[in-house]
């Protein structure tokens, strides 16, 4: 595949579609399930309040992986991202009731660098609060 937006149409600034995506404890099992990672902090409720969290939280990378998702849509390739990198600022916490949790995404183009690449700068929500800070992505545009 090949990146879907040219180098050349895109501006500093150009902002990408924003999106919404729902975590609920089905998902955190599921993830858990693929990556390996059962830390009970995902999972359980008893465990993760002992430890001293609010509730059961999102798997960082799992957070990390659905905002991207930004990013690869807006490319149309998921080949195109070069580089990828957050600091973890807030967990997403995910009560067990029938809403779950909500990671906002918005992103727009932060800089136009060279080899037809440009640095996307996130901005990443949850419940009001950014849960991800310096999350940076360089894509590589056609």
């Known amino acids: 595949m090949t990146a879907r937006i040219a180098y050349d149409d ?3 600034g150009t902002e ?10 089905a998902a955190l099992v599921q993830y858990a399930g693929a990556s390996g990672d ?3 902090i995902h999972w359980n409720e008893k465990f993760a309040k002992e430890v001293g969290l609010p509730d ?6 799992f957070t990390m992986a659905e905002a991207v ?3 690869t849509d ?3 390739d998921p080949g195109a991202l070069v580089d990828y990198g957050v600091r973890f600022t807030k967990p997403v916490v995910v009560p067990n009731d029938d809403k779950g949790a909500v990671i906002e995404v918005s992103g727009k183009v932060g800089a ?3 080899d037809k690449t440009v640095r996307v700068d996130l901005t990443v929500t949850s419940d009001g609060q950014k ?4 999350s940076r992505a360089v894509v590589r545009l056609a």
């Open 10 to 12: 895109v501006e500093v």
């Open 16 to 25: 990408l579609p924003a999106q919404s995506f729902p975590v609920d404890r």
């Open 38 to 40: 059962f830390n009970p």
């Open 56 to 61: 059961v939280i999102a798997h960082g990378m």
């Open 69 to 71: 998702r930004v990013v």
């Open 74 to 76: 807006w490319t149309g």
């Open 112 to 114: 136009k660098l060279d």
């Open 131 to 134: 849960v991800l800070g310096m």
